[in-house]
């Protein structure tokens, strides 16, 4: 066996203790799904940046900075703006409104907040997310597939297996406390990984000098801001790309649901604060990694694996493991939550309704499990063939920021957002992103601007023609804005010295 | 042969965009520690 798996072995086996502690720590329904509002905010944040930043931080950004040089800091620019306007606009108003609702799910939370008794709404929100929630794990168990079988040599097929075979078993037994606690492991790596690897390679390729230089030589284009194609396509194919991915934010459940359960949501500045540097830091490494394959002098066949390339070439086999297990951390983070937040969804939403009674906690459990390994084995049919893992990974976010995203950001900031306003933003955001994905469009406007001005008219035309909310949801919304009763309860404690 | 070099303007570009989104998340994080007032 070589080195390169003992490491990357290891690794599975920490993620497998892990799930084995969180199972042991689980003790009810609430735990299984929301760590029964307890995380503080290392493990928020953490978790939070790990699930969002899939096989597209160590591969497709990568890859991108490889072919587009320079330009591709604009990706960088729009993923950070839209991290810190969820962490400081979305995350605090939205994790009080959640506890005076009592809702564990943004389904949840949207049926109590738009106080629907017909389910409506939750069946549509639940279908939109286990429709690109699905999406969004092929996607990347696609690039899993493509990694561990450049690295290990192992049949395209198998690699997926064991990729996603881990996963669900330590989402299946652990929950979200299991995906919380792997996703701070593997943010914890990603993070050391983005750091180290720029600052052992760029000395080795002879210099950030030399990697400019090269890629000058290889195309001037790659040291422009934005490359020299000038004209509406460039621009809207870099500037606005990179606007539409920061627009997308509020409406990602996987990362909504973190802010849900963070312990007190005055330690939210917290999180913000340790999200931002983390971000910062790994898009820029991730861009550098990118840079970094020009100084190398070496055939980069597939730019989005340009950092296995890196590893093979200039670092020893054991090493080359930890690098996969770095960039396996960025998959693996990612499609435990989208599991888990799809495979809620499936057993509250559709069993727990259609069966239409009170399904006690353990028989909820249960379903949850099913689910979790349902929705894998969809995923899995539909990577099988491989194909494009960015395309569909990006869809898939168009999808959710411009149906959910509208409705999250209204339902929070305008008191007056109506439950058939909300059904049809969601449905008009879902339609119109299929649509204009399908009808190729998206080559003129990425299609998560129109997705999302439709989806917000709709939302405004619609409430305004509709009744308007019950006063009290009206006061709800009220006291999210302010730190509620708890809150005060949690700070004199603490202040007591009893906490 | 043509040395390349990244230019001034080129430099703040990788470097400015980090540093004044790093500046309003430390302004946001002082900003909000007044929560309880």
Known sequence: MNSALVTFIIYLVILLIIGWIAFKATKSYDDYVLAGRGLNPWVTSLSAQASDMSSFLLMGLPGAAYVSGMSSIWTAIGLTAGTLFNWRYVAKRLRRFTEITNSMTISNFLEARFEDESKLLRI????????????????????????????????YNFSLMIGLGIVVLYTVIGGFFAVAWTDFFQGMLIFLGVIMIPLILIPDVGGFGHIINEMGKASPDLLAVMNNESG????????????????????????????MAIKRPSEMRKGMLIAMVWVIASLYGAILIGL???GANMNVDDPENVIVYLAQTFLSPWMVGVIVAIVMSAIMSSVSSYLLVAATAVAEDFFAQIFNKQLDERTLKII?????????????????????????????W????????????????????????????LIVGMLTTILWYSLGLSVYIHEIFPGFLLSMLSIIIVSLMTDPPSKEMMSALEQSKRPLQSEYEALEAHLNGQE | MMEYTLSVGTWMWFVGPPVLLLLLTLYFFIKDKEVFK
Do not use: C, D
């Open chain 1, 124 to 155: 549509v929100t639940s279908i939109i997310i286990v429709v690109f929630f699905i999406v969004n794990i092929s996607a990347e168990l696609v690039g899993s597939g493509k990694l561990l079988s450049a690295t290990f040599g192992y049949n």
């Open chain 1, 232 to 259: 509406w396509l460039a621009f809207s194919g870099i500037v606005i790309g990179a606007l539409a991915l920061s627009i997308g934010y509020p409406g990602q459940p996987h990362i909504l649901v973190r802010f």
């Open chain 1, 292 to 294: 970094i394959g020009h």
């Open chain 1, 368 to 396: 949850g499990q099913i689910s979790i390994v349902l929705v894998s084995i969809i995923a899995f049919l539909l990577a099988r063939p491989g194909g494009f893992v960015f395309v569909l990974a990006l869809f898939a």
């Open chain 1, 398 to 425: 168009a999808g959710l920021g411009s149906s959910i995203g509208t409705v999250i950001l209204l339902s929070l900031y305008w008191k007056r957002t109506t439950k058939w306003g909300a059904i049809t933003g």
